[in-house]
């Protein structure tokens, strides 16, 4: 069983940055591959970026890419979201997954998922 826990989340002006933490309980948490998703009101959840157990693999949608990074320290148990350059149309509640799946793109591949965090972009 894991738990995941987002913070860092907030209300940030076009332009900004945000670094959003996921902590993640549990002695496994090295063996599972990470994402993030997103979701917008009135919108299905979207996958944002992903990366496998050891952060040697990663991916992000084309929506973010170049933007958004990426990273994990499996000694804090931590996974994470540098988000630069924020756009309004990132606003939404961003939710952290893992996977027991060595790689997951999809939100049906996700076994546990946080409770979510709001990131709020002004124009």
């Known amino acids: 069983q894991v738990q995941l826990v987002e913070s860092g989340g907030g209300l940030v002006q076009a332009g900004g940055s945000l670094r959003l933490s996921c902590q993640a309980s549990?002695?496994?948490?090295?063996?599972?591959?990470m994402g993030w998703f997103r979701q917008a009101p009135e919108k299905e959840r979207e996958f944002v970026t992903a990366?496998?157990?050891?952060?040697?693999?990663?991916h992000y949608a084309d929506s973010v890419k170049g933007r958004f990074t990426i990273s994990r320290d499996n000694a804090k148990n931590t996974v994470y979201l540098q988000m630069n350059s924020l756009k309004p149309e990132d606003t939404a509640v961003y939710y952290c997954?893992?996977?027991?799946?060595?790689?997951?793109?999809?939100?049906?591949?996700?076994?546990?998922w946080g409770q979510g965090t709001q990131v709020t972009v002004s124009s």
């Open positions: 549990g002695r496994t948490f090295s063996s599972y591959a």
């Open positions: 997954a893992a996977s027991i799946m060595y790689w997951a793109t999809r939100p049906g591949e996700y076994d546990y």
């Open positions: 990366l496998n157990w050891s952060g040697g693999r990663t």
